[in-house]
């Protein structure tokens, strides 16, 4: 293994990473890089980070996704101009990520344009190069459409599959509700199955709304029912207007919508073909209503897709979750907590999204410790090279502590009690009081504000933590969600569950239901070259025909008699 920087560049590199991140809402795993000019104890930090992250640095015949320049101009002026001869399509990310001064003469491109908050495109030299500034904070404008074709043209996987449903003609005359954070990604997702010949109707909770996007969809004719600034009735009333338009199908995030359904729209159900549920959380009471025999529609458990699953809930959710909890922390003074750049944190569960965020936090320079009940998943975490220890233990000392369960009272009462004082608290992915903070308000805590989503919990004895975002799920309320390459992946696998839907619905049984191999493996290849990989051919056929029991025989021992 490397070396570990020090601390100054460690967080210099982090700070440049995350503000790429910030800016472009891509992924930073599985992309190759070239880092130019620089430092060489600059370089060696910023390759250190970039690869513990998952990304590849290029060899040198091989194109790139991501340039980082850290020298002079003239080094990276000559470096884009090799880089920028690519095919048509294949995107460069150049990232000014000079320490000290900019390392990118932006006028030496000729006219630029704003393409996203935080990114410039290059006309003259390519559509498809792309100019990022760490040093320079994204401007704060929704820039809603924008943000919509830059997703789009970040999600090749899905607008693959969409164009499948659109040949066959398979949505024409079906009604599909959307119920999911309403950000860039998800309205792609909509405008996707609008153009593939669906009905497309949208909800999403009142935090997780961007409003820009909301009305971006509106412009495009989509019918959405969903503010910012609705209350908890009113989300309601908006939730229960989608289910009245009667849609064929759900698409659902934590499940909530079907379970609405149940509860306040039970004729609805017979005239469903059915739902597909994309999270860890969601599927957990829908499989629960499945074993009483009281659901009422077929649900396709898209997050158990292994397209799903290994990578939005370990690197997507990994990555956008540590960033965005960083990024807050970053706005604090230093005084009012305890997080520094080579502390500890503590992640609370080893599923895949736990793994991510250790993943992610061991790759910034935190010293992680897991807490995890399953005694083979904290057997997982051992092998892994993470300190495992019981959630209170962990607790005292730990400058920074994350949960990744999707359980209810994760940090309850008892933890937050052991708590160092100080530490910051914050959830991946989650679930409604997954930190018991209504137990932590009886038990005689004050909240107070100290930033925007940042409130500090202190008890009547002085002891004190500070909470990020009211526990929410960090990722979709305090930032943009998962990265674009990352939701490109789970939103295929929903429109596969659309497919599997269309074409067997009314013979699947009223269960939670797993999703069709087939499914992953399409989407797996048109991923593989999507990122710059040549897929292996299918596997050759058995040499045994299928219709033939294989030899049970053991020939180890020389032929049967």
């Known amino acids: 293994m490397s070396p570990r920087p020090d601390p100054d560049r460690a967080a210099w590199a982090s700070a440049a990473v995350r503000r790429f991140a910030a800016a472009t809402n891509l992924l930073v795993a599985a992309r190759r890089f070239r880092i130019v000019g620089g430092d060489t104890r600059d370089v060696a930090a910023l390759d250190t980070l970039l690869t513990r992250l998952g990304a590849r640095a290029a060899e040198d015949h091989e194109p790139v996704d991501q340039l980082w320049c850290l020298g002079s101009v003239e080094e990276s002026g000559a470096a884009i101009g090799?880089?920028?001869?690519?095919?048509?399509?294949?995107?460069?990310?150049?990232?000014?990520?000079?320490?000290?001064?900019?390392?990118?003469?932006?006028?030496?491109?000729?006219?630029?344009?704003?393409?996203?908050?935080?990114?410039?495109?290059?006309?003259?030299?390519?559509?498809?190069?792309?100019?990022?500034?760490?040093?320079?904070?994204?401007?704060?404008?929704?820039?809603?459409?924008?943000?919509?074709?830059?997703?789009?043209?970040?999600?090749?996987?899905?607008?693959?599959?969409?164009?499948?449903?659109?040949?066959?003609?398979?949505?024409?005359?079906?009604?599909?509700?959307?119920?999911?954070?309403?950000?860039?990604?998800?309205?792609?997702?909509?405008?996707?199955?609008?153009?593939?010949?669906?009905?497309?109707?949208v909800y999403a909770h009142a935090d997780e709304t961007d409003d820009a996007v909301a009305d971006a969809l509106r412009r495009a004719g989509l019918t959405v029912h969903a503010s910012s600034a609705a209350t908890l009735p009113e989300q309601k009333a908006l939730a229960l207007a989608m289910l009245d338009t009667r849609p064929h199908i759900l698409l659902d995030d934590g499940s909530h919508l079907i379970r609405l359904a149940h509860q306040e729209r039970p004729d609805l159900l017979p005239t469903m073909l059915g739902a597909a549920e994309e999270t860890t959380s969601g599927l957990r009471p829908l499989?629960?209503?499945?074993?009483?025999?009281?659901?009422?529609?077929?649900?396709?458990?898209?997050?158990?897709?292994?397209?799903?699953?290994?990578?939005?809930?370990r690197y997507g959710t990994g990555q956008s979750t540590v960033f965005a909890t960083l990024d807050l922390v970053d706005r604090l003074l230093p005084a009012t907590h305890r997080v520094r750049s080579g502390g500890s944190a503590v992640v609370a569960g080893f599923g895949h999204v736990g793994e991510g965020v250790a993943l992610v936090l061991a790759a910034l320079g935190f010293r992680v410790t897991v807490a995890e009940t399953d005694p083979v998943r904290a057997l997982q975490a051992l092998f892994a090279g993470y300190a495992v220890a019981g959630l209170v233990d962990a607790v005292r000392d730990a400058d920074l502590v994350m949960s990744a369960t999707g359980v209810a009272d994760t940090i309850d009462l008892s933890v937050l009690r052991a708590c160092a004082d100080g530490a910051v608290l914050a959830v991946a992915g989650g679930v409604d009081q997954e930190v018991a903070v209504a137990a932590a308000l009886a038990d005689g805590a004050e909240r107070t504000a100290e930033a925007s989503r940042v409130d500090r919990l202190t008890w009547p004895d002085g002891h004190h933590v500070v909470l990020l975002d009211d526990g929410g799920c960090?990722?979709?309320?305090?930032?943009?969600?998962?990265?674009?390459?990352?939701?490109?992946?789970?939103?295929?696998?929903?429109?596969?569950?659309?497919?599997?839907?269309?074409?067997?619905?009314?013979?699947?049984?009223?269960?939670?239901?797993?999703?069709?191999?087939?499914?992953?493996?399409?989407?797996?290849?048109?991923?593989?070259?999507?990122?710059?990989?040549?897929?292996?051919?299918?596997?050759?056929?058995?040499?045994?025909?299928?219709?033939?029991?294989?030899?049970?025989?053991?020939?180890?021992?020389?032929?049967?008699?």
């Open 82 to 201: 090799r880089e920028a001869d690519r095919p048509r399509g294949a995107t460069l990310v150049v990232v000014d990520a000079g320490r000290y001064l900019p390392a990118v003469d932006e006028d030496a491109f000729g006219p630029v344009t704003a393409v996203r908050p935080g990114v410039l495109g290059v006309p003259m030299r390519s559509d498809d190069v792309f100019l990022v500034s760490t040093g320079r904070e994204p401007e704060d404008d929704p820039a809603a459409d924008a943000r919509l074709r830059w997703a789009r043209r970040s999600m090749p996987v899905s607008r693959a599959v969409a164009a499948e449903l659109s040949d066959g003609g398979m949505l024409r005359g079906t009604r599909i509700g959307v119920a999911m954070v309403l950000e860039p990604k998800t309205a792609v997702l909509s405008l996707l199955l609008r153009d593939a010949g669906a009905e497309v109707v």
């Open 287 to 313: 499989r629960t209503m499945a074993a009483r025999g009281e659901l009422g529609i077929p649900v396709v458990a898209v997050n158990d897709a292994r397209t799903k699953t290994f990578f939005d809930n």
């Open 474 to 561: 960090i990722n979709t309320t305090a930032a943009e969600g998962n990265p674009v390459e990352i939701m490109d992946l789970s939103f295929a696998a929903q429109l596969g569950a659309v497919r599997m839907l269309l074409e067997h619905g009314d013979e699947l049984d009223r269960a939670v239901v797993p999703i069709d191999p087939a499914v992953d493996e399409a989407t797996a290849r048109v991923a593989l070259a999507a990122f710059g990989s040549r897929p292996a051919p299918p596997g050759l056929p058995a040499a045994q025909p299928a219709d033939r029991e294989p030899d049970v025989r053991t020939h180890r021992f020389g032929d049967p008699a």
